[in-house]
C-alpha cells in the first residue's frame, strides 16, 4: 500500500504571501520541502484523493498525480473543500459520454454538511456536469483496499477519520478536528497514524504559547499524541496539517523528529509505503 502526502500544510500555505516571517521568507528561497500547500492525501493504489484544499490542482501537478478515479472529502471546512472544483475539467468529458465519473466517497452527515455550506455543490457535480457519483456510506472496498470511515463528531460538527487497510497493513488519516479523539477499536495496531493539528512545542509564531490561544482546545499537545500513540499501539505517527502560524520551518522539525521514537513530520510529497 502506497500512500502520498499531496499537501501537508494547514489553513494557510507555506509561504503564505502576505507574510514576512522567517519561516515564510526562507520557504520563497529554498522552495522545495520548505513550501507547504494545504492538506491531502492520495492513496496510489487505487487513485484516492482525500479532500480538495483550494491549491489541490497545484499539488496534484508537483506530485505527479494524473489519475483520480476516487474521492473523499473529510468535513466541510474551506481548507478542505474549496478546490473541489479540480473535477470540473473531467466534466466536461462525462457530459459528452466519453468519461467516467468519480466515485465520490464520504460519510452521509459529511455530503450534507458541504452541500448546505456550499449550496448543493456535490449534486451539481453528480447531477448537471455528471461527473462525480456520489456514494454515502461509512464503508469501501476498492480491491484489495478497505476503507472505514469513522465520524470522530465533536463540538465542531462532523470529521472523517478514515482507515486504510490492506491485507495485515493498516493506516488511519485524521488529518483535522483530532482532538477529542473519540476511541474506536479500529485505530488500534496501525502501522501508521497520520494526525494533524499536533504542538510540537507549544509555542506559536509570535511568541504567544498554546495555553492562551482560542484553539486550545483543539489540539494535541506532543505529550498526548505520544500517549494516543501508546495507548493504540501505533507503530509509527507522521504529523500532517503543519500550520503557517506556528513559525516553523521544515529544517527545524527534521532536527526536531531526530529526538522522538518512530514520529515524523510530513512534507510535501512524502511517500509512505506499507
Same mark, same amino acid.
Given at each position: ?49 482525500i ?14 498525480i494524473?489519475?483520480?478515479?476516487y ?13 473541489m ?11 459528452a ?7 465520490f466517497?464520504?460519510l ?13 455543490? =456535490? &449534486? $451539481?457535480?453528480?447531477?448537471? !456536469? ?7 456510506t461509512?464503508?469501501? %472496498?476498492i +480491491? #484489495?483496499?478497505?476503507l ?10 462532523n ?22 479523539f473519540?476511541?474506536?477499536? =479500529? &485505530? $488500534?495496531?496501525?502501522?501508521? !497514524? ?10 506559536? %509564531?509570535? +511568541? #504567544? ?31 500532517t ?10 529544517? $527545524? ?20 509505503v506499507?
Open positions: 500500500m502506497k500512500l502520498k502526502i499531496a499537501g501537508s500544510g494547514g489553513m494557510f500555505l507555506i509561504p503564505n504571501p502576505f507574510c514576512k516571517c522567517p519561516v515564510c521568507q526562507e520557504a520563497r528561497i529554498k522552495r522545495g520541502r520548505y513550501e507547504r500547500l494545504g492538506p491531502s492525501l492520495y492513496i496510489e493504489d487505487i487513485g484516492m484523493l479532500d480538495t484544499p483550494e491549491d489541490i490542482a497545484v499539488a496534484c501537478d508537483r506530485q505527479g494524473s489519475r483520480i478515479d474521492l473523499s472529502i473529510s468535513h466541510k471546512d474551506p481548507d478542505h473543500t474549496r478546490g472544483r479540480i473535477v470540473e475539467p473531467l466534466g466536461y468529458d462525462c457530459i459520454g466519453k468519461g467516467t465519473p468519480i466515485q466517497i464520504a452521509p452527515e459529511v455530503v450534507d454538511d458541504i452541500n448546505a455550506w456550499n449550496g448543493d455543490g =456535490l &449534486y $451539481y457535480y453528480q447531477n448537471i !456536469l455528471n461527473c462525480i457519483s456520489i456514494n454515502r461509512n464503508y469501501a %472496498k +480491491g #484489495s483496499i478497505e472505514h470511515l469513522v465520524n470522530n463528531k465533536t463540538h465542531r460538527g470529521m472523517t477519520f478514515y482507515v486504510i487497510s490492506d491485507g495485515s497493513k493498516k493506516a488511519v488519516y485524521a488529518c483535522c478536528d483530532v482532538k477529542p473519540v476511541p474506536n477499536d =479500529l &485505530y $488500534y495496531d496501525a502501522d501508521v !497514524l497520520i494526525i494533524g493539528l499536533v504542538s510540537d512545542d507549544g509555542i506559536l %509564531k509570535d +511568541g #504567544s504559547a498554546l495555553d492562551s490561544a482560542p484553539f486550545r482546545d483543539d489540539m494535541f499537545t506532543l505529550d498526548e499524541m505520544l500517549e494516543l500513540k501508546r495507548t493504540y499501539r501505533i507503530k509509527h505517527i507522521v504529523i496539517h503543519i500550520d503557517e502560524y506556528w513559525g516553523k520551518s521544515y529544517a $527545524y522539525y527534521r532536527e526536531f523528529e531526530k529526538k522522538l521514537d518512530n514520529v515524523s513530520f510530513a512534507y510535501d510529497g512524502m511517500e509512505i506499507l
